[in-house]
């Protein structure tokens, strides 16, 4: 059963340029949720998502963020117009059903994002 | 949801020592949950403690919880290098579907 996956694990971008970040949740699982961690950072809450729908995006900026899971597919992350302190590495997690109530989330290994 | 901030921020021990961090939170929960994170890596789970809860043991890894005074502790005994990580404590509230993180409680363990 293979966990948590997440694409590309770095991603090197030009201020200006979009990233799109990738995470495929662990088989069975329906709840998403997307962190960033700055160095030396904890993880902060960006975005909650189940299939289709934005349960809780109460930690996504306002501009330039936009976060999906679609019926079909892995959920995305998109950065548009990236800025130097958009670097950073974004986790993403996935539960089977309302964590926490009913248990742990289970994190990828993250997608490394550096913009020049 | 709510954050919890774990204490001290840093912790260096020498392997064989114990190892022992703690927790506050602010309003009630529902369960709390400690998660490591290696260098470069997600976090993984490690143990899940209920509020009815007051003690867990996984493993070297013991968790009490104190409701009353709002606070946790995870204590690791007999250390090993590879016990080296971030930890992280993460209440939960029983009407939030998200886990918010403090800055963790840093720990090196010494060869």
């Known amino acids: 059963n293979a966990g948590v996956m997440q694409n590309p694990r770095h991603l090197v971008r030009r201020r200006g340029q979009e990233a799109r970040l990738r995470c495929s949740p662990m088989?069975?699982?329906?709840?998403v949720y997307w962190y960033r961690q700055l160095p030396e950072e904890g993880l902060k809450f960006m975005v909650y998502?189940?299939?289709?729908?934005?349960?809780?995006e109460s930690g996504m900026p306002k501009e330039r963020f936009s976060a999906e899971f679609p019926k079909e597919g892995p959920s995305i992350l998109r950065i548009q117009q990236v800025v130097r302190g958009d670097s950073a590495a974004y986790f993403c997690?996935?539960?089977?059903?309302?964590?926490?109530?009913?248990?742990?989330?289970?994190f990828g290994e993250g997608s490394r994002l550096t913009v020049l | 949801s709510q954050q919890g901030e774990e204490d001290p921020q840093a912790l260096s021990i020498q392997e064989g020592e114990n190892a022992t961090m703690n927790c506050s939170y602010k309003?009630?929960?529902?369960?709390l949950q400690w998660y490591r994170q290696n260098s470069g890596r997600g976090l993984v789970h490690l143990i899940l403690?209920?509020?009815?809860?007051r003690e867990k043991h996984s493993g070297r890894l013991r968790v009490t919880l104190d409701t009353s005074k709002k606070s946790s502790s995870l204590l690791i005994t007999a250390s090993r290098a590879a016990d080296t990580a971030s930890y992280f404590c993460a209440p939960a509230v029983a009407a939030g579907n998200k886990l918010t993180f403090g800055g963790g409680t840093r720990v090196l363990v010494k060869p």
């Open positions: 998502l189940q299939k289709e729908n934005i349960i809780d």
């Open positions: 997690a996935s539960s089977p059903m309302g964590a926490p109530n009913t248990g742990e989330l289970f």
């Open positions: 309003t009630s929960i529902n369960n």
């Open positions: 088989k069975g699982h329906s709840h």
């Open positions: 403690i209920r509020s009815n809860e």
